[in-house]
């Protein structure tokens, strides 16, 4: 047999087999089945969100999130608090009352269901609006894949998701909500 094959087989099964526990080392805030609650540093919001799904586990997900301060003009946040909650196993949308910005996340398994409630950490900025908003693709495109979704430009934040569930597959898909803020104060609350 050629040494050089077995070398490049050996090489290629190391590749492969490094790729199956890559999702190990990304800084989980939670174990599978396990509740987590997440909250940014206070005047940061999410800006980053990843997930891996595991059918073996419960089908359930590791959770992973990324914050960032948000820029001075927006100014500190005056109030913080958590939003609506999901109810397990049921669609769910969710916008920050009061025109708020997402800085945290909980949630909490249900065995019986396969699923998770959910739950916005919001935080309000003086009297700022949004505006040109928009949702994402599903994300993840498909049930079971590894999900990501990094803010795709600086000046947009996330106000929100909305998320639907598969009871066959044991699974949620992601629209995140994002949106602009106004660089002025405004008299408008809940856009």
């Known amino acids: 047999m050629n040494p050089a094959l077995v070398v490049l ?7 492969v ?8 080392d990304m800084g989980w805030v939670n174990g599978y089945r396990q509740g987590f609650n997440f909250q940014c540093p206070h005047g940061e919001v999410l800006v980053a969100i990843r997930s891996y799904f595991s059918s073996d586990d419960g089908s359930d997900r ?4 990324e914050c ?28 920050c009352t009061r025109n708020g910005l997402v800085a ?3 949630s909490k398994y249900f065995e019986g269901l396969l699923d998770r409630e959910w739950q916005f950490y919001c935080c309000y900025y003086k009297r700022r609006c949004p505006y040109s908003c928009m949702k994402t693709t599903d994300i993840p495109e498909y049930y079971r894949e590894e999900a990501e979704l990094v ?6 934040f996330i106000r929100g998701a909305q998320t639907t569930f598969s009871g066959v597959l044991r699974d949620r898909q992601w629209k995140y909500i994002l949106c602009r ?3 002025f104060d405004c008299e408008f609350e809940n856009l």
């Open 9 to 15: 087989a050996l090489s290629l099964l190391a590749t």
């Open 17 to 24: 087999a490094g790729q199956a526990h890559e999702h190990h």
């Open 62 to 65: 590791l959770w992973s999130f």
């Open 68 to 95: 960032q301060p948000t820029p001075e003009g927006l100014g500190e946040p005056s109030d913080c608090w958590w939003d609506d909650i999901s109810r397990a196993g049921m669609e769910w949308t969710s916008t």
């Open 104 to 106: 945290g996340v909980q």
């Open 151 to 156: 803010v795709p430009s600086y000046g947009y």
């Open 181 to 183: 803020m106004t660089d």
